[in-house]
């Protein structure tokens, strides 16, 4: 606030000078009678008056905010396309930039954070749309996707920093459960009828004497109840006390019981960590079961008149060995094959169990049979050969009997990995398919469907798929056969296997059709 005296004709003025400056009579064009009024205005004021220098107009504000706003908008617009091209540099680099590479999660969250800013800086979108489109084109949740995704974007374009999956880092709690005492007394409760309420009706229902419904009823009963709450009495009453332990306040929970079940289910379907190109060996725990020894082949598929099927178990039929193998072979298989093929034709059979792979001859070259030290009860083996500057050089298993230490006896695993040039300090010595997947995914986990689908699930597969198989078998076969080892005859086989091809983002409309099929 200030005053301006004026003479007589001035009269005085008070308030903002500003407030003068909005009166509509402000807005016209300065003529000549104008301007001398305003210098007879002017020269009215005072010297003490005159020194005062009042607040900016607010026009000269409203100015000073809009050139602000505008230099942050193309600071801000030159940070957003500085951290476009960045992110859009890293997604092109051919190497490994990327935790699990250009198909992990990392690199999928960089994807959507490219993604953001493109449709931020070339489309002019707002960042929670712009984010909504990412999270859908890349396969996020809407809501909380997206909201993730800003986050992302944001730390990207301050820091040039990617996110960090919190995969998997989770505190891991050790369980008493898991010990494998536990689990075999765990397992072995199981096993027994003592956890059943009924244990009439439950005999009844093994016996498919209970109607389909009722027994359907029962069986999920059974399930979620009566066996939950008898595995939780048995391990609070017996197991953890036995192990000086005791449960907590409110004791174990159902939910944890049926979780222990799962888990000791041995055949079911299972996801778990394997190391790259190597496969899960899965136990095959005792219990009442079907073995199914079967042959098929190349030309007429499954020899189904060659099929021997075994209940093994404790109290059935036994369990399945050579033996029986080599009398499949002779009784079985042999007359199928005549009968399929004729009397005049040669059957080459590959072998792919495991007590067929222990069926060898007396001298068969097998490091299991093989002493770590030379001498000993070892097997006397017959000669081998290994390949040494393309040559092929055959390698004696047995000492000569002029030998000074150890005449006429065998090697042992030293000395024949020293001879080859193999031997390292410190080295130690260390030793289904479509058939399984079609009895899981029809299977009520009962045995009776088990046998009545074990034919239907032979008959499904495919003579193309085991002429497949027979390939790759034969392929490795070779591989072995010019003496590479292991990991070089799986990179030959997969030569045979795995197609690479060089388009730029197109693959073949015949790739294209199987895919979707």
């Not at 005085?12 to 301007?35: N, Q, T, V, W, Y």
């Not at 072998?351 to 093989?370: F, I, P, T, W």
Request: one cysteine or more; proline letters at 5%.
């Amino acid at each position: 606030m200030f005053s301006v005296t004026g003479n007589s004709e001035c009269p005085e003025l008070e308030g903002f000078l500003s407030d003068a400056e909005e009166d509509p009579g402000d807005d016209f064009d300065l003529s000549d009678g104008d301007k001398t009024a305003t210098a007879d205005y002017h020269c009215g004021i005072n010297e003490q008056s005159a020194s005062l220098v009042g607040p900016p107009r607010k026009r000269q504000k409203r100015a000073e905010r809009a050139e602000a706003s505008a230099k942050y908008q193309q600071t801000r617009d030159n940070q957003l396309t500085s951290a476009l091209k960045d992110i859009e540099k890293l997604l092109a680099l051919k190497k490994d930039s990327f935790v699990n590479g250009h198909d992990g999660l990392q690199a999928t969250r960089a994807r959507s954070i490219r993604s953001t800013l493109t449709m931020v800086v070339e489309k002019k979108k707002g960042l929670i749309d712009a984010s909504h489109i990412a999270a859908e084109a890349n396969n996020f949740s809407l809501n909380w996707g997206s909201r993730c995704i800003r986050q992302w974007t944001q730390n990207w374009i301050k820091t040039r920093v990617l996110p960090q999956s919190s995969r998997g880092r989770h505190t891991k709690v050790y369980s008493l459960l898991s010990e494998p005492a536990a689990r075999d007394a765990i397992r072995g409760y199981l096993r027994t009828n003592k956890w059943s309420v009924n244990p009439p009706r439950l005999k009844k229902l093994f016996a498919n004497e209970l109607a389909p419904d009722e027994a359907r009823e029962y069986a999920k009963q059974i399930i979620s109840q009566e066996m939950p709450r008898g595995l939780k009495g048995f391990v609070e009453e017996h197991l953890l006390p036995r192990m000086q332990c005791r449960p907590g306040r409110f004791g174990l929970s159902l939910s944890s019981m049926r979780r222990l079940m799962l888990r000791e289910a041995h055949d079911g379907q299972k996801k778990g960590w394997v190391l790259e190109g190597e496969q899960p060996l899965k136990k095959k725990g005792p219990g009442w079961g079907i073995h199914q020894s079967d042959f098929i082949c190349s030309t007429v598929g499954w020899l189904k008149d060659a099929s021997v099927t075994l209940e093994y178990g404790k109290n059935h039929e036994g369990y399945w060995n050579c033996e029986l193998f080599i009398r499949q072979l002779k009784e079985k298989f042999f007359p199928a094959f005549r009968a399929a093929h004729g009397p005049n034709y040669i059957a080459v059979v590959l072998v792919d169990n495991s007590q067929g792979h222990a069926a060898y001859a007396k001298d068969a070259l097998r490091a299991s049979e093989m002493g770590f030290r030379p001498g000993g009860k070892q097997c006397r083996m017959r000669n081998g050969w290994f390949i040494r500057n393309g040559q092929r050089i055959d390698q004696p298993m047995i000492f000569p009997p002029d030998h000074p230490v150890y005449p006429d006896e065998p090697k042992g695993m030293q000395q024949v990995l020293m001879e080859r040039g193999l031997w390292k300090a410190k080295l130690l010595m260390k030793c289904k398919g479509d058939l399984k997947r079609y009895l899981r995914e029809h299977c009520d986990y009962t045995f009776k469907t088990l046998r009545e689908n074990m034919p239907k699930a032979l008959a499904s597969i495919q003579v193309e798929l085991i002429r497949k198989w027979e390939h790759r078998a034969w392929r490795f076969i070779d591989a072995y056969g010019e003496g590479l080892g292991a990991k070089d005859a799986v990179t030959k086989v997969k030569q045979f296997s795995s197609r690479r091809y060089t388009s730029h983002r197109r693959i073949p409309e015949s790739l294209a059709q199987a895919m979707d099929q």
